[in-house]
């Protein structure tokens, strides 16, 4: 009755140490998600941009040429 009881405990503990890794892991990726939403951000303003600025540049290079 004893063993059992000891293994019993010794399975919640590494229950418990799981459930905090895996909490961890949640709130990581959850970080991950927010720096990739500001990353998709800044793309979109660089594309924006870039849509914006790049006919007059081809224009002014052609007006040199």
Do not use: C, W, Y
Not at 20 to 35: D, F, G, V
């Amino acid at each position: 009755m004893v063993l059992n009881t000891t293994a019993m405990q010794e399975i919640l503990k590494a229950t418990q140490q799981e459930t905090k890794m895996s909490r961890a892991m949640a709130i990581k990726a959850h970080e991950l998600t927010e720096e990739m939403k500001k990353d998709s951000l800044s793309m979109k303003t660089i594309a924006i941009l870039t849509m914006f600025f790049l006919p007059g540049t081809s224009f002014a290079v052609s007006a040199f040429a």
